[in-house]
């Protein structure tokens, strides 16, 4: 049979380096920032909501991908 290794047996993921990204999200701000758009009125929710879809998209994407400018 083969072994499995068990999940103490398994290497630690290394330390994610500060981003040097501008762009980039950490988990502790986004809870912010979603705290922060939650308190804010409807329509400026709203926008706040799409802004911060963008960013997110783009830092899933890579960037690699333009914005679309439909509005």
Request: no cysteine; charged share 25%; hydrophobic share 35%.
């Given at each position: 049979m083969t072994e499995h290794p068990t999940p103490a047996a398994r290497a630690a993921p290394a330390p994610r380096a500060p981003s040097t990204d501008a762009a980039t999200i950490e988990p502790a701000e986004l809870?912010?920032?979603?705290?922060?758009?939650?308190?804010?009125?409807?329509?400026?929710?709203?926008?706040?909501?799409?802004?911060?879809?963008?960013?997110?998209?783009?830092?899933?994407e890579g960037g690699d991908v333009p914005r679309s400018t439909d509005a």
């Amino acid at each position: 049979m083969t072994e499995h290794p068990t999940p103490a047996a398994r290497a630690a993921p290394a330390p994610r380096a500060p981003s040097t990204d501008a762009a980039t999200i950490e988990p502790a701000e986004l809870v912010s920032t979603l705290d922060a758009i939650g308190n804010q009125p409807l329509e400026e929710r709203a926008a706040a909501y799409v802004q911060l879809h963008e960013r997110l998209r783009d830092q899933l994407e890579g960037g690699d991908v333009p914005r679309s400018t439909d509005a």
